[in-house]
């Protein structure tokens, strides 16, 4: 007779609702990065995901917040490009490899989100072992393609702005192909941010300004131009449904921030900021269009710009963002977040190899209540001139505290916008750092604050101007005559 016990088999972990969701990150074992330019997208995930680390070629804290690695030694790379190549470069230095394997669990290196990365970025990872929670480089970029994204939105049944999609030679062609949008167009090609690749044109001398980047792309999409309110809203795509959070204002072109003028600088979330029709209709277009993009086979996390016609009140899809974006970190912090579990946690979730059940319409329902909704904003500070200046003082990282005589003042050291108590105080990351260039377009920081730095007419408060000027006035740079191009054009932060 056998006396031997068998082993049962355990059952797979299954996790049953927000509470579980919430016990199994705190758990969690397996090593998990987010490798950027800086941390700003993710702020806090360290704080509900244990061991989770930020990789960032920018250390904005100076070296006193505890999760972020940044390698101290510069190697020889070519110019950056893009965010992709800051992620190729940090992938390759020793410095990061030699911690990537102090942390390493059972031979694996774990696992690794970017904001913005490439085929090589893909190859890269695979040789450190580092599993990337998104889908491909290729998926994302199709997506990304902001001529693709009106047809993915045609077949979610999502409206867009009155549009066609052309090749444009000429102006006279421009003018053919588009006689039944009007006179006043916006035109935009398939890549870029931040506006800097988003052109108005209502003539021939507009249009010649800006030819050569039009022409060289072989479609385009011309727009009919719009009064337009900017929005965005984020959501992410999981196996039980899209999760959708609330309709947040955007702020764009502002000259005291962005030399772009159709560029992202910055979001507003609170409570009953538009009619309740407008929000459920977002809400729904949202729906709609990430149960398309699970159809081809996405998911996870994406960002939806919408546009409000403030001459008719239609709203219209403006672009995809397939991707964490710079409007994540209102996203993650607000209270409704706070009070179940942030957006990127459901994303991070669908990479985890672990079932779980969820009622994404519970969820949602919840989201959508204002009772579940704070007040708060964010500024994205550029630099507006087109100049190149070498910085000789920069601001801290952490919080400032403004008076009534519009001065501020470094308050404390704190790496979290949460420490914020009144709108008299704001969180500032910095990202341009003493020894640093400012260029045209360059990210200065980030601003982020309780309340409202924007008028129901969309325009900035006088607080808005303070808190910006005040902040322009802690840095302290000198024009140079050298002209090299800098080493990363473009916005570090969506």
């Given at each position: 007779?056998?006396?031997?016990?068998?082993?049962?088999?355990k059952?797979?972990?299954k996790?049953k609702g927000?509470?579980?969701?919430?016990?199994?990150?705190?758990?969690?074992?397996?090593p998990?990065?987010?490798?950027?330019?800086?941390?700003?997208n993710?702020?806090?995930?360290?704080?509900?995901i244990?061991?989770?680390?930020f990789?960032?070629?920018?250390?904005?804290?100076?070296?006193?917040?505890?999760?972020v690695f940044s390698?101290?030694?510069?190697i020889?790379?070519?110019?950056f490009e893009?965010?992709?190549d800051?992620?190729?470069?940090?992938?390759?230095?020793?410095?990061?490899?030699?911690y990537?394997?102090t942390?390493?669990?059972?031979?694996?290196?774990?696992?690794?989100?970017?904001?913005?990365?490439?085929?090589?970025?893909?190859?890269?990872?695979k040789?450190?072992?580092?599993?990337?929670?998104?889908?491909?480089?290729?998926?994302?970029?199709?997506?990304?393609?902001?001529?693709n994204?009106?047809?993915?939105?045609?077949?979610?049944?999502?409206?867009?702005?009155?549009?066609?999609?052309?090749?444009v030679?000429?102006?006279?062609q421009?003018?053919?192909?588009?006689?039944h949008?009007?006179?006043?167009?916006?035109?935009?090609?398939?890549?870029g941010?931040?506006?800097h690749?988003t052109?108005?044109?209502s003539n021939?001398e507009?249009?010649d300004?800006?030819a050569?980047?039009?022409?060289?792309?072989?479609?385009?999409k011309?727009m009919?131009r719009?009064?337009?309110?900017?929005?965005a809203?984020?959501?992410?795509?999981t196996?039980?449904?899209?999760?959708?959070?609330?309709l947040?204002t955007e702020?764009?072109?502002f000259?005291?921030?962005?030399?772009?003028?159709?560029?992202?600088?910055?979001?507003?979330?609170f409570?009953?900021?538009?009619?309740a029709g407008?929000?459920?209709?977002?809400?729904?277009?949202?729906?709609q269009?990430?149960d398309?993009?699970?159809e081809?086979?996405?998911k996870g996390?994406f960002?939806?710009d919408?546009?409000?016609?403030?001459d008719?009140?239609q709203?219209?899809l403006?672009?995809l963002?397939?991707?964490?974006t710079?409007?994540?970190?209102?996203t993650n912090?607000?209270?409704f977040?706070?009070?179940d579990?942030?957006?990127?946690?459901?994303?991070?979730?669908?990479y985890?190899?672990?079932?779980?059940?969820?009622?994404?319409?519970?969820?949602?329902k919840?989201?959508?209540r204002q009772?579940?909704?704070?007040?708060?904003?964010?500024l994205i500070?550029?630099?507006t001139?087109?100049?190149i200046?070498?910085v000789?003082e920069?601001?801290?990282?952490?919080?400032?505290?403004m008076?009534?005589t519009?001065h501020i003042?470094f308050?404390?050291?704190d790496?979290?916008?949460?420490?914020?108590e009144?709108?008299?105080?704001?969180f500032?990351?910095?990202?341009?750092?003493?020894?640093?260039y400012l260029?045209?377009?360059?990210?200065?920081?980030i601003?982020?604050?309780?309340?409202?730095?924007?008028?129901d007419?969309f325009?900035?408060t006088?607080?808005?101007?303070?808190?910006?000027?005040?902040?322009r006035?802690?840095?302290?740079?000198?024009?140079?005559?050298?002209?090299?191009?800098?080493q990363?054009?473009?916005?570090l932060?969506?």
């Amino acid at each position: 007779m056998d006396t031997k016990k068998k082993s049962k088999k355990k059952d797979p972990v299954k996790l049953k609702g927000i509470a579980d969701i919430r016990r199994f990150f705190y758990k969690n074992e397996t090593p998990i990065y987010f490798i950027s330019a800086t941390n700003f997208n993710l702020l806090g995930a360290d704080e509900w995901i244990k061991g989770f680390r930020f990789i960032c070629y920018i250390e904005c804290f100076d070296g006193q917040h505890p999760n972020v690695f940044s390698p101290k030694e510069e190697i020889p790379h070519d110019d950056f490009e893009g965010i992709e190549d800051i992620n190729n470069y940090l992938l390759q230095h020793p410095e990061v490899q030699d911690y990537l394997k102090t942390r390493s669990k059972g031979g694996r290196n774990g696992k690794a989100l970017f904001l913005m990365f490439d085929e090589k970025t893909e190859e890269l990872a695979k040789e450190q072992k580092l599993k990337i929670m998104f889908p491909s480089a290729q998926k994302r970029t199709s997506m990304d393609n902001k001529v693709n994204t009106n047809r993915i939105a045609e077949k979610a049944g999502v409206p867009c702005v009155p549009y066609v999609l052309s090749p444009v030679t000429d102006y006279e062609q421009l003018r053919e192909v588009s006689a039944h949008l009007g006179e006043e167009l916006v035109i935009q090609t398939p890549f870029g941010d931040s506006g800097h690749t988003t052109f108005f044109i209502s003539n021939e001398e507009e249009f010649d300004k800006h030819a050569d980047e039009i022409t060289q792309e072989s479609e385009v999409k011309i727009m009919k131009r719009i009064n337009p309110r900017g929005t965005a809203i984020e959501a992410c795509v999981t196996r039980h449904g899209t999760i959708v959070a609330p309709l947040m204002t955007e702020l764009v072109g502002f000259k005291e921030l962005t030399p772009y003028k159709g560029g992202w600088c910055g979001n507003e979330i609170f409570p009953n900021a538009f009619p309740a029709g407008l929000r459920q209709k977002a809400r729904k277009y949202t729906q709609q269009f990430g149960d398309q993009l699970r159809e081809s086979g996405y998911k996870g996390y994406f960002e939806l710009d919408f546009l409000i016609d403030q001459d008719n009140g239609q709203l219209y899809l403006g672009e995809l963002n397939p991707r964490i974006t710079g409007a994540s970190s209102i996203t993650n912090h607000a209270v409704f977040a706070l009070a179940d579990a942030p957006l990127f946690i459901f994303h991070i979730l669908e990479y985890m190899n672990v079932d779980y059940e969820l009622s994404v319409n519970e969820l949602n329902k919840r989201w959508a209540r204002q009772e579940n909704m704070d007040s708060w904003s964010q500024l994205i500070i550029k630099h507006t001139e087109d100049t190149i200046e070498y910085v000789h003082e920069a601001p801290r990282s952490g919080i400032w505290k403004m008076y009534d005589t519009g001065h501020i003042q470094f308050d404390r050291m704190d790496t979290h916008r949460r420490a914020v108590e009144t709108e008299s105080e704001a969180f500032f990351l910095r990202i341009t750092k003493k020894g640093d260039y400012l260029y045209e377009g360059a990210d200065m920081g980030i601003l982020v604050s309780r309340g409202r730095m924007m008028t129901d007419d969309f325009r900035l408060t006088q607080r808005a101007r303070n808190w910006i000027n005040a902040i322009r006035a802690q840095y302290s740079s000198e024009m140079v005559e050298d002209k090299r191009k800098p080493q990363l054009q473009g916005s570090l932060t969506k």
